[in-house]
């Protein structure tokens, strides 16, 4: 179980995260969203105690400071990659492995999981950026913790290194460990996750179970087509009694929000009003979190101003 509490940090007195509390429980994968600068990487350099600041962070009771060995309490795989410029990637981990009292065997094993079994005698400095990750990745997984914070480790990987991880990930979480893990990749976050934990410039925007989350947003509606539109809106619009909307999006056609398909489904057959189409189009993880984070992104980009007209030209 992850418990952090009240973690803040300032940069040249900028806040970077203000009063960030939340739980990572264990047989769950818990994402990490926030759009570019939101704070991710410092909270999760802040909950390892890696960086100096304000709150607590304890990992099943204990900081995560305060482990003897503490590869084998809480695997990590933050951004910068600490490679050793000339060991191998195999004696990089057994390095490791020895400083915590792990068997060297678990260092091949390791190296197995990941695919990084036929390159371990390379060094990581020839490594493409996603071998970076997987290496990155045992030796998180080294001390077989039974947490894991990982920052972006989705990062660099193809295709199949995701569809990988993601099946690693919540395997890893069915065993009972807490996966506490930052992606980018939303469609991969909504096949990942159980909880999540959503930030923007450093504060909480939102916490709880995934589903939760995409409920809020205003994309979920219901579409009906009909040819008595009209009336059933009228109908709708009754019964939602402002709480909710309805919207003509076609000639036959009426958009609904604030009621649940079957509510229409029964209105319509109550009021005996044909009906051709009825159906429930939810949020996407994307469409919730763009939605929610609009303004709390740091970063946004504006459209080109319009090439300025030469002197010329204007004269004209
Ligand atoms: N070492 C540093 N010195 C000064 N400012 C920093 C430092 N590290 C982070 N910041 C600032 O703190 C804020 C949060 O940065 P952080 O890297 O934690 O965000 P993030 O959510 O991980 O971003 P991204 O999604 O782009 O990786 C940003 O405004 C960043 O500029």
Known sequence: MIEARDLAKSYAGKAAVSGLSFDVRPGTVTGFLGPNGAGKSTTMRLMLGLDTGAGTCTFDGKPF???AEPMREVGALLEAKPFHPTRTARNH????????RIPAQRVDEVLGLVGLADVAGKKPSTFSLGMGQRLGLA???LGNP??????????????????WLRELLKALANEGRSVFVSSHLL??????????VVIGKGRMIANGPVEDFTKLSVRNHVLVRTPQAGELASLIGAKLAG??????TGDSELTVTGLEANAVGDLAFDN???VHELSTHNATLEEAFLE??????????????AAPTTPQEGAR
């Open 187 to 196: 469609s991969e976050m909504a096949l990942m996750a159980d909880e999540l």
């Open 139 to 141: 030796a998180a997984l």
């Open 93 to 100: 981990l057994l390095m490791l492995a020895t400083s915590n």
């Open 272 to 274: 005996r009003i044909r």
């Open 292 to 305: 929610i984070t609009g303004n709390a992104a740091e970063y946004t980009a504006h459209a080109p101003a």
């Open 146 to 163: 039974h947490t894991l914070i990982l920052d972006e480790p989705a990062n660099g990987l193809d295709p199949q290194g995701i569809h």
């Open 65 to 67: 400071t305060a482990y």
């Open 243 to 248: 709480v909710g909307s309805v919207q003509r």
